[in-house]
């Protein structure tokens, strides 16, 4: 059983540039979750998908958008990047299950110049 | 969701329990206690989930007490790979109009030592 990847593992953007996030879920998972974790804090929620929709978001701005695609794997894009997106963006995956344990990838550290 | 307090920090020796406490006391009825760690650089790793009766798995225990307001993760033999920061989160089970994401606090961060 493959786990959840992401792609890239680091990438260094500078203020005001765009970037696009990878995630491919782990098999047999519809659903998709996006969180952000800059330094020292634990991650926060930006959104998630299921069956190709936004399924719910958390305190992010909309130049944070994502999609899902048939095969359940997910974009994160960011536009118009600020310092302040400098963090660790984490994908996780999980069933549509009422328990609904969240399994996550390794992460993309993004360094906003 | 619930709030959670942890501990900001905890050590254990190797091959000792390591017992990591939290407070959840406005949890509600619906709402389960789930764990995760994050070993440093790494995604967070689901540990286990209860709740209101104790659970085993592979990796860890969990005691919930009787009320739900307070419950511990016991890592039976921990061993210097156990070093991470564990979260404790109260979330409501998934449902339509729920997406059951997950509010990750500070955590704790458990040192284990040889």
């Known amino acids: 059983e493959t786990g959840v990847t992401q792609s890239p593992t680091h990438l260094i953007k500078t203020r005001g540039q765009q970037v696009t996030l990878r995630c491919s879920s782990q098999?047999?998972?519809?659903?998709v979750s996006w969180y952000q974790q800059a330094l020292g804090q634990g991650p926060q929620f930006i959104f998630q998908?299921?069956?190709?929709?936004?399924?719910g978001r958390g305190n992010f701005p909309p130049r944070f958008s994502g999609l899902q695609f048939p095969n359940y794997s997910s974009e994160l894009n960011v536009n118009a990047l600020e310092l302040d997106d400098s963090a660790l963006y984490l994908c996780?995956?999980?069933?549509?299950?009422?328990?609904?344990?969240?399994?996550f990838g390794p992460g993309t550290r993004l360094t906003v110049l | 969701d619930a709030k959670t307090t942890q501990p900001t920090s905890m050590d254990c020796a190797e091959g000792r329990a390591a017992n990591l406490p939290c407070n959840h006391s406005?949890?509600?009825?619906?709402?389960?206690v789930y764990w995760y760690r994050q070993i440093h650089s790494q995604g967070p790793q689901y540990i286990i989930h209860?709740?209101?009766n104790n659970e085993t798995n592979e990796m860890a225990s969990l005691i919930i007490t009787e009320d739900r307001k307070s419950s511990t993760l016991i890592l039976p033999h921990a061993t210097l790979r156990d070093t991470a920061v564990y979260y404790c989160?109260?979330?409501?089970?998934?449902?339509?109009?729920?997406?059951?994401?997950?509010?990750f606090g500070q955590g704790t961060t458990l040192q284990v030592k040889p």
């Open positions: 406005t949890i509600s009825g619906n709402e389960y």
């Open positions: 996780a995956s999980s069933s549509k299950s009422p328990y609904n344990e969240q399994f």
């Open positions: 098999s047999g998972h519809n659903t």
């Open positions: 209860g709740l209101k």
């Open positions: 998908y299921y069956r190709e929709e936004e399924n």
């Open positions: 989160i109260v979330r409501a089970a998934r449902s339509s109009g729920n997406t059951g994401k997950l509010i």
